[in-house]
């Protein structure tokens, strides 16, 4: 299955799409390490990113959906995807719709991770991340096993200037002034899937594989050993 998160900073889609990602045999594409990565590397697509932002522009739809396609064009992304963080707007997605065609795909779910902006702003003033790999951690719900180091590849955990105050705020502001109009065009296709994201991770984890399976018997889960013991 190829299928879109959509949810604000903070609505836990990342870990979800991570968690979600082996369990259904599909390649989790977070479009933002698509960006960091292109730019280490050096690929054309990469440096042409680098300019806009080193410029502090806005990248163009077109270059990014670009990057997204060349990601999903991989072997390992052969049976599914779970997009992270794109399409952002209502032209991304419309122009991800007409260039999947030409690799004969298309989107087939969109799952909508519906949280309040009360508990947005709460796991966002408690959410740090790595430096090395942008591992999520929170401190209240999810925090590290040594306090300020990364589980996973040891790097130190920081906060996000943008994860405060004012800041965070006008991020909210912006994702759901643009993420209406993006629910709607999914809705119109009958693609979308609302979660209630209030709730642990354990149970919207469950909650978007009951969906998945209820609404297409042909997915197939496989669940990772330490779920099944």
Do not use: W
């Amino acid at each position: 299955m190829n299928i879109v998160f959509i949810g604000a900073q903070g609505s836990g889609k990342g870990t979800q799409a991570e968690m979600l990602a082996p369990a259904l045999g599909g390649c989790h594409i977070a479009s933002g390490d698509l960006f960091r990565e292109a730019q280490n590397k050096h690929t054309p697509l990469g440096l042409q990113v680098k300019a806009y932002m080193e410029r502090g522009e806005l990248v163009p739809d077109e270059l990014t959906v670009a990057m997204v396609l060349e990601r999903i064009e991989q072997p390992d992304c052969i049976d599914g995807v779970l997009l992270d963080g794109f399409p952002r707007t209502l032209t991304q997605a419309q122009k991800l719709d007409i260039d999947l065609q030409h690799f004969k795909r298309s989107i087939d779910k969109v799952v909508y991770l519906d949280v309040s902006r009360e508990e947005l702003l709460r796991r966002l003033s408690s959410r740090y991340i790595c430096q090395e790999h942008q591992h999520v951690y929170n401190i209240v719900t999810h925090p590290p096993k040594v306090a300020g180091i990364c589980d996973i590849d040891g790097s130190e955990l920081y906060q996000r200037a943008d994860d405060t105050g004012a800041a965070v705020q006008k991020r909210l502001d912006i994702f759901f002034h643009e993420t209406i109009h993006l629910l709607d065009y999914y809705k119109d296709q009958q693609k979308l899937i609302v979660v209630d994201g209030n709730q642990n991770i354990e149970q919207v984890y469950a909650d978007i594989l009951h969906v998945l399976k209820r609404d297409n018997e042909d997915v197939k889960v496989t669940l990772p050993t330490s779920a099944t013991s």
